[in-house]
């Protein structure tokens, strides 16, 4: 334990670059996330919800579209864009649920390698594991229990940011014991 500081460059470097790369997925899930769903519990959970707003007077009926104007309240505007469905949502968990695993599985390795206390790597690597955990569990939550989605998509925003802690906590840590602190 605690011997990644001390490792050959092609291993830390390998650690380093894997971290990096993991970020700009964070990235670019987290603009995913912007785009179809929210960072808010209510956000998130009027995403899942199983119902389809009403089509307004916009809708199109055959090969017509009829435009009127009307007034637009604030809900309306924030109304979510994008709806997962039960049939995204298994797809996303089928894809998601693997990957997280072996995110975190890869996190731990790398905690398991850096100069910590013992309470620290546990905690690290029990937020990587339940982190992905929470999320899931609000989502579906959310999906199938909408008349409390609020509460269950606040067990998928705490989720995503516990996820977004420990990644930072590791990548900081490797970075630090790495390459600022490590003499070669």
Known sequence: MGKLPESPIEVRLAATL???LLGLA???GAWQVKNFSAFTPRGVAATLQTE???PGPES???HQTMISERPVTAEEINAPRHRIDRELLVQDSHIHVPAYALTAAALA???LGLRLPT???IAL???AFGAPFLDFCGLWGAHLFPAAGTA???LAVAGGFAMGFVYIAVTATTLVQCWIRNKE
């Open 152 to 154: 269950w998509a606040s």
């Open 109 to 111: 390795a790398i905690v």
């Open 60 to 62: 199109h009926a055959g």
């Open 18 to 20: 894997f971290l990096l």
């Open 119 to 121: 309470g620290a790597r």
């Open 26 to 28: 964070n990235l670019f």
């Open 52 to 54: 389809a707003p009403a």
């Open 125 to 127: 690597i029990v937020g």
